[in-house]
């Protein structure tokens, strides 16, 4: 699928924006603070009903209004399909009105599988930099992206893990039969829903483990590239040790091979029970889980330059385009948000290599001295300045 039409009204600086476009790539051109990212993060909600940026639906609604919409028209690669007609208006305080073909729908859900994306952005560096909820951020974004049920399934099980921590804040650091077999019960319900999370979230990380490693290895010649799913009850073990992990990931795979991750979660619980009451919440669990990447024995978060931590970010998000390729059986479409500014000529190169020109891509920058330079055809030019969108001369 690819986006054929964009409106905006109200939507961050923008008051008003009309635009078309065709298959091509699409250069917006800007100095930073103009409002490049806005444009692409409106692409990106149409596809995945959020914001990359926000949590906050009203930090999107432009100042001194009460709503903001998006419109859009979404072809079909061979256009052999009707065109599709999704508006989406957003009102303060979270109220959100969805129409599909002017047909009015419930969810989030009934639009986010019509233009599957993904967006590349210097944000992606916390993939790799910062604690493991940003990990656990990337794997649940892309499983929510091409799993229907994934998105209630983590819902509930969060549910489950506030109420059994709110059981155990209310112990005051004390058992009793009453309040044991109340979280009997919450630690039945934490495994049923926990062991599909992690099941799931390795079965994606197995997936994308070849070509993460094929990625990394096409930038940094000569490298030993691995990542590993991380147990939230193996990570304090692990952390006085950061350069030896790979003990954890044949845990993984025995695990899986005996059937018995259900038992060792389930135990884990239960001798963890005294640290949960003195920290008055659920530490264990995959609400707490975590991937490491390994390049040359040591972990990357740790002990790999800025310019690996980089690319690894890039890797990762590479390989979300390849999956949600095969998976949706969709080209999706590219956000590519300032990615190449901050890479070398070479490496700016190898990157265009692999994504190819099969997908309808956004690229952002502040000028195009260096895209001259790289093997990239804009069939549309946008300038922003001034909260304003102008179309460029080719």
Known sequence: MYLKKLELKNYRNYSQV???????????????????????????????GKSHKTYSQDEIIKWGTNYSTIKAIIGSETDK?????????????????????????????????????????????KIIKSGPSERRNFLDGVLEKIDGSYYKQRLQYQKIV?????????????????SNSTLEV????????????????????????????????????GSSVDIFYIFSWDREDMQSNHTNYSGSSAGVRNNFARGNLRKLFYRRLKENIKRDLQYKTTTIGPHRDDFIILMNGGNIRFFGSQGQQR??????????LDILKKKAKEDPVLLLDDVFSELDIERKKLLV?????????????TNISYLDKLDLEFGTRLLIKDNRVTVLDL
């Not at 009309?18 to 596809?47: A, H, M, R």
């Not at 506030?162 to 112990?171: D, E």
Request: with cysteine; net charge positive; glycine share 6%.
């Open 186 to 221: 919450w630690d039945d319900n934490i495994v049923r829903y926990g062991i599909d999370i992690i099941k799931k979230r390795c079965s994606l990380l197995n997936e994308l483990k070849t070509e993460f490693k094929n990625y990394m290895r096409s930038f940094f010649k």
């Open 18 to 48: 009309n635009l078309g476009f065709d298959k091509n790539t699409i250069l917006i051109l800007g100095n930073n603070g103009n409002g490049k990212t806005n444009l692409l993060e409106s692409v990106y909600y149409l596809s995945t």
């Open 311 to 320: 690319i690894a970010s890039i890797s990762l998000k590479l390989c979300e």
């Open 162 to 178: 506030a109420q059994r921590s709110s059981l155990i804040k209310s112990m005051s650091g004390e058992f009793n039969r009453g």
């Open 353 to 365: 290599k692999a994504i190819g020109k099969k997908f309808q891509t956004f690229v952002t920058a």
């Open 81 to 125: 399909q009707p065109d599709c007609f999704i508006e989406i208006e957003l009102r303060k305080n979270n109220g959100t009105r969805i129409k599909i073909d002017k047909a009015h729908q419930r969810k989030k859900s009934d639009f986010t599988s019509l233009l599957p994306s993904v967006i590349f952005s210097p944000d992606d560096l």
